[in-house]
């Protein structure tokens, strides 16, 4: 069988057809490249959207839990306000009745009645309205509220410290337990036969 040499079927570089041939199909693998670079350029696209919504999700759930928790807090608040209020009102009631501290009695009526409306304030509002209820009180007094937000901060520190010290010694002081007594009668000076252990 005769071997055939497969350039001479081949026209030569530079001949009349080659030209448009090539030309041909470097138009038809740009637009395949084109077409692919479109389909991942939606992909990414769709996949951004996604993770888009996603997070939008997650972050209105956390807001909405954040809001329900400040909303728990707000009527914990409101409710030991109204706690602290009563019980100035019926000391104020006890001054009143002695002609000595009558006078401190009307003190301590007006400061209940302001703590009374306080109460009422943050039982009745909801936590966006008193968000802003703040933010104009310090608009309309930056000193007063200043002041305020110092006195919150200086009580909430001594509450904090106070907590913790209490937790301290609750850690530091001695639990008796049946357990442990049981194991401190059965210690004793060596040779000892207490509690009822041999050795």
Do not use: C, W
Request: charged share 25%; aromatic share 2%.
């Amino acid at each position: 069988m005769p071997t055939q040499d497969i350039s001479e079927n081949a026209p030569p570089l530079g001949a009349p057809g080659t030209a448009p041939a090539a030309s041909e199909e470097l138009k038809n693998a740009a637009d395949e490249a084109r077409s692919a670079l479109d389909e991942v350029k939606e992909e990414v696209g769709e996949q951004a959207e996604k993770l888009k919504q996603e997070v939008q999700a997650q972050l209105g759930g956390a807001a909405d839990k954040a809001k329900a928790m400040a909303a728990d807090q707000k009527d914990r608040a409101a409710g030991q306000l109204g706690g602290i209020s009563g019980a100035v009102s019926r000391v104020a009631d006890e001054l009143g009745r002695d002609e000595a501290t009558a006078g401190i009695a009307g003190y301590a009526h007006d400061l209940a009645g302001g703590i009374r409306r306080v109460s009422d304030t943050v039982k009745n509002n909801n936590v966006d309205d008193l968000i802003a209820m703040s933010e104009d009180f310090g608009r309309r007094q930056p000193i007063a509220f200043l002041g305020a937000a110092a006195l919150a901060g200086f009580v909430a520190s001594r509450f904090v410290l106070a907590s913790a010290q209490r937790r301290s010694a609750r850690a530091n002081s001695p639990v008796r337990t049946e357990a442990g007594l049981g194991a401190a009668a059965g210690s004793g000076p060596a040779g000892n036969n207490e509690g009822g252990m041999t050795r």
